[in-house]
T-cell receptor, first 112, second 113 residues
Framework: RKEVEQDPGPFNVPEGATVAFNCTYSNSASQSFFWYRQDCRKEPKLLMSVYSSGNEDGRFTAQLNRASQYISLLIRDSKLSDSATYLCVVNRWGSGNTPLVFGKGTRLSVIA | DAGITQSPRHKVTETGTPVTLRCHQTENHRYMYWYRQDPGHGLRLIHYSYGVKDTDKGEVSDGYSVSRSKTEDFLLTLESATSSQTSVYFC????????????FGPGTRLTVL
């Protein structure tokens, strides 16, 4: 099983739609979880951390299921500007300063 | 803005030549990282540093060396560039929120002919 797995997509959705991405991770000892967004030919940018209780930031909601080792990202009311690649990221083991492992990304295209 | 710059932003070089990429940060972050990103592989960690003169290998360190002689600069060197090292290289720093998040520089696009 790969350390972090994501559906590569692309997900093509109309403006205003709700879209959800899932990601699975292999190391049950991982403690840090994130979603990053990456635009074409740009650096990855932190979208949000993911906490055990779930968390929301405007139109974005992230969930963590430790028992099943998966993370989700829900985007409501999609905007054209949401078109990007979304990277699921976990730390390799434990907490603190351990290296991060990046998924290959899920590509989203929001269509007018 | 995490105050990270990378230089050069683009470079074309020939096989066998040495190449040094520079990452510079202005906010005194202790941890710095070098990644490469290739189609089909996502971001992969090359080396990282947890302080001046303290570095460690990542998952794809072969063919690369690093140095950190001062807090603000983290250098990545390809001693003898190969075509397989054609890639986009990103530098990152570890944030200070306690979540272990990282923030990235704008990247260096390296082509080895």
């Amino acid at each position: 099983r790969k350390e972090v797995e994501q559906d590569p997509g692309p997900f093509n959705v109309p403006e205003g739609a709700t879209v959800a991405f899932n990601c699975t991770y292999s190391n049950s000892a991982s403690q840090s979880f994130f979603w990053y967004r990456q635009d074409c030919r740009k650096e990855p940018k932190l979208l949000m951390s993911v906490y055990s209780s779930g968390n929301e930031d405007g139109r974005f909601t992230a969930q963590l299921n430790r028992a099943s080792q998966y993370i989700s990202l829900l985007i409501r009311d999609s905007k054209l500007s949401d078109s990007a690649t979304y990277l699921c990221v976990v730390n390799r083991w434990g907490s603190g300063n351990t290296p991060l492992v990046f998924g290959k990304g899920t590509r989203l295209s929001v269509i007018a | 803005d995490a105050g990270i710059t990378q230089s050069p932003r683009h470079k074309v070089t020939e096989t066998g030549t040495p190449v040094t990429l520079r990452c510079h940060q202005t906010e005194n972050h202790r941890y710095m990282y070098w990644y490469r990103q290739d189609p089909g592989h996502g971001l992969r960690l090359i080396h990282y540093s947890y302080g001046v003169k303290d570095t460690d290998k990542g998952e794809v360190s072969d063919g690369y060396s690093v140095s950190r002689s001062k807090t603000e600069d983290f250098l990545l060197t390809l001693e003898s560039a190969t075509s397989s090292q054609t890639s986009v290289y990103f530098c990152a720093i570890k944030g200070t929120s306690g979540d272990n998040e990282q923030f990235f520089g704008p990247g260096t696009r390296l082509t080895v002919l």
